[in-house]
């Protein structure tokens, strides 16, 4: 296989998982969806005595589905890029993407809360809060790195992803929250 061909090959390789992961995405949406309707509050209109789903609930939790994707995603990439560009050794990915959506949290949290600067109505919240925010951080990731490096024996490393985990993670929020205070009292 000549050098040029490689390339070629690389991206219709990523070009198929692209389209896989995409069709595989959507059909978990759709079934989502779909189980969303069946399982929602059915109640009776008083008039006519039809069924009617709670389209609300049924829109939150597919907005929050979509939302753990996106931040799910994004996690992926980053603790990829972190791994490319660090190394994996420790589980630096990890400890960025909990500060990171520590930050992201407390700064949206505040900023958008019923005295903050920026009006965002309570799905929006739980589309970034829950959705985005929750699929993006991973403390079920940080737990269970830190126990494979408790079992491997790394107990210096698995304090210190404990400790700079919890004490960034606290750091950040507070940071997010802070900026956000900030820009709340601006005119």
Known sequence: MSAQEQPTQLRSHVGRKFLLGTAALSATTLLLWN???EQSHIAKDKVTGLAITDTKAISLYFWIAIGSALGGV??????????RLIGETFPWGTLIVNVAGSFIIGFFATLTAPDGRIFVGS???QFVMVGICGGFTTFSS???QTLNLLNDGEWLR???NVGASVMLCLVSVWAGHALAVALNTMK
């Open 74 to 83: 994004a996690r992926y990439w980053c603790s990829g890029v972190a791994a």
């Open 123 to 125: 799905t929006a919240r």
């Open 158 to 160: 698995a304090g210190a």
């Open 142 to 144: 940080f737990s269970l």
């Open 35 to 37: 189980a969303l309707i």
